[in-house]
Nanobody, 126 residues
Framework: QVQLSESGGGSVQAGGSLRLSCAAS????????MGWFRQVPGKGREGVAS???????TYADSVKGRFTISQDSAKNTLYLQMNSLKPEDTAMYLC????????????????????WGQGTQVTVSS
């Protein structure tokens, strides 16, 4: 099993930045790739970005050029640097861990992930 714990959320004004962190513990050697998702009440989880251990990265079109996903394998920590934030970025942000071998184009789909954190809230005001 893998346990995930997110931090770094908060309230910022439009144009501001936040850096989210996700600390992983447990059987982290089983990782194929990890991802960030976001969810607003009443809607499904939206894939934001994913990263694997050989540099494979994918982003949702809505965040390309503004968000950067990275990981520190030594610390078992996943990051999401969010710049130029917009009010429409307001959501609960969750990190997720996959042990499956899905290709890049599938990695923003929540069904390809097995373990999930509880999330950290990001609120962007205009």
């Amino acid at each position: 099993q893998v346990q995930l714990s997110e931090s770094g959320g908060g309230s910022v004004q439009a144009g501001g930045s936040l850096r989210l962190s996700c600390a992983a513990s447990g059987n982290t050697d089983s990782s194929a790739y990890m991802g960030w998702f976001r969810q607003v009440p009443g809607k499904g989880r939206e894939g934001v970005a994913s990263i694997d251990n050989v540099g494979g990265i994918t982003y949702a079109d809505s965040v390309k050029g503004r968000f950067t996903i990275s990981q520190d394998s030594a610390k078992n920590t996943l990051y999401l640097q969010m710049n130029s934030l917009k009010p429409e970025d307001t959501a609960m942000y969750l990190c997720a861990h996959s042990t499956a071998a899905w290709g890049l184009r599938f990695r923003l789909l929540p069904g390809t992930y097995l373990y999930w954190g509880q999330g950290t809230q990001v609120t962007v005001s205009s």
